[in-house]
């Protein structure tokens, strides 16, 4: 299986999420990228014996999706960092069609915010479903828990507690998710939207 490196970001000062917790959870980052890697170095090293090691082979299967996708979904979330706040136009394709299934920008925020506020850690993600076309905001748990078969990541806003906890306690979590949207450069959804339409 291919190797996988570890992506390094470009992010500046963020209002609100101090460089201290952005290094941390880029630790965390790392750990994700070296354990895919780790994993599938180890089945293949168990394939050498399938039929003995069918359980840990299966069981390594299943690991494999949580380190693989906090790997991803850590990258949509870091991505959206880079090169900058930028804010979101209502007049891009992605904001046109935030406003028309959503009424408003407003009402996806709404709504946005309430999906990151519910209980429990995980992904708040927007994505597009390229056979219907339509936006759907959703969790997932864990990293890989409850993700919508076929759907594309538009954006991923990470709720484990590790994200925020050393700038904020776990009761300020709204304020975290305000600093996430606070600091997003929009044209980073915009360009997963228009690449992926
Ligand atoms: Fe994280």
Not at 34 to 40: G, Q
Not at 115 to 130: E, F, H, M, N
Not at 143 to 152: I, M, P, Q, V
């Amino acid at each position: 299986m291919k190797k996988y490196e570890e992506k390094k970001f470009t992010i500046g000062t963020l209002t609100g999420l101090s460089e201290r917790q952005i290094a941390e959870h880029l630790k965390l980052y790392a750990g994700y990228v070296k354990h895919v890697n780790l994993i599938a170095e180890n089945v293949e090293e168990l394939s050498s014996n399938s039929e003995k090691n069918a359980y840990l082979i299966s069981e390594l299967r299943r690991r494999f999706a949580f380190e693989f996708d906090g790997m991803r979904m850590h990258e949509f979330y870091f991505e959206s960092f880079e090169e900058g706040k930028r804010e979101h136009e209502s007049g891009s394709t992605l904001g046109a069609a935030i406003a028309e299934q959503f009424g408003s920008f407003d009402n996806w925020l709404t709504q946005f915010k309430t999906v990151a506020l519910s209980r429990g850690i995980g992904w708040t993600v927007l994505s597009r479903d390229p056979r219907s076309g339509s936006l759907i905001n959703h969790y997932a748990g864990d990293h890989e828990l409850g993700h919508l078969a076929g759907l594309d990541i538009i954006i991923a806003l990470d709720m484990w507690e590790h994200a925020y906890m050393i700038d904020y306690t776990p009761g300020e979590k709204k304020q975290y998710v305000e600093a996430f949207l606070s600091n997003l450069n929009w044209r980073v959804p915009e360009g997963r939207f228009n690449r992926e339409t």
